[in-house]
């Protein structure tokens, strides 16, 4: 099973995503580069993603270029067409959009997460059009991820990898209204970026004063921490090639650390962060701010 590092979800200057990659070059299995949630974030153009996606080639890790999440306008589209025609690096697709690029230049390409797919049939139709890996949906429990992977041997042809979301805050909605700009009183055209305050999104409290989701631009996440080490037993027995963390501003190597004594067998607990801003309720079919099978050992969560 292998590791990768998701796209970047926050907005980071340059000198601080640069920095993120650097102390992770040879630590995992692949990178995936890109902004998914905002084009009006421009700390890296479409060729800046590009020319680190070249080193990090080069250094031997498989790179993937990944497109917005939303698309709504021209620019936006023509920063997708760039990413497709690189000719050099795999494009992962996080809308229609860049699946219809793809599929018209006969490209083979990653099916993201904000793509919906949650049958084998529509997981078959996602390949004939190119994909040969997909990212279930976030919310995917661990049992329907079994019926899909069922359903799509059951249908013949061949397999598609599958790469699951298995650590940090998980994206739940994208949305055409900018929740950052918004709650500084700004307009979205005129935001200042001001998501740029907020490295790891911005935290929402409910009126009882506690902490259950986070925002981040357009983007709503959840305010706990996805942690998925429990169910890779699960995950390997399933034949799930891949799992994906999500980048957060600190202590990346010893999630990344974790993860891959996990995937070796050896019992793990991750502390970052904090025990109690962990979850895993979506994989066991849960709400998903829920702690399912943390605090157990691997054996137990496996059963």
């Not at 498989?62 to 690096?89: F, H, I, K, Q």
């Not at 357009?218 to 169910?231: E, G």
């Amino acid at each position: 099973m292998k590791i990768a590092i998701g796209p970047l979800l926050y907005h980071w200057s340059g000198e601080e995503i640069r920095r993120f990659y650097d102390s992770l070059r040879g630590q995992v299995d692949t990178f995936y580069l890109g902004e998914t949630v905002c084009s009006r974030r421009r700390e890296m153009r479409a060729e800046d993603w590009i020319g680190l996606g070249r080193e990090l080639a080069e250094e031997g890790h498989e790179v993937v270029l990944s497109t917005l999440s939303l698309v709504v306008a021209r620019s936006e589209a023509a920063v997708v067409r760039r990413l497709c025609d690189n000719g050099e690096l795999r494009v992962e697709a996080n809308d229609y959009t860049a699946v219809s690029e793809l599929e018209a230049r006969k490209l083979p390409f990653v099916a993201g997460p904000t793509l919906n797919i949650y049958s084998g049939r529509a997981l078959r139709a996602i390949q004939r059009a190119g994909a040969v890996r997909w990212v279930p949906p976030i919310e995917m429990p661990g049992a329907s991820l079994r019926g899909v992977l069922e359903e799509l041997a059951e249908l013949g042809g061949g397999p598609v990898e599958t790469e699951v979301f298995a650590y940090g805050r998980q994206p739940l909605a994208f949305s055409a209204r900018c929740f950052t700009a918004r709650h500084y009183d700004r307009p979205k055209d005129d935001c200042g970026l001001v998501c740029a305050h907020h490295p790891e999104g911005m935290p929402v409290t409910t009126r009882a004063g506690e902490r259950f989701l986070a925002i981040n631009g357009i983007q709503t996440q959840s305010w706990c921490c996805a942690n998925l080490i429990p169910a890779i037993p699960q995950m390997q027995e399933m034949g799930v090639a891949a799992v994906r963390l999500s980048p957060r501003p600190c202590a990346m190597d010893e999630v990344v650390a974790a993860f891959r004594a996990a995937i070796d067998g050896e019992p793990v607990t991750l502390a970052e962060p904090d025990p109690e801003q962990q979850c895993d309720g979506y994989w066991w079919g849960d709400a998903g701010y829920k702690r399912k099978a943390l605090g157990t050992d691997t054996a137990e969560a496996s059963r």
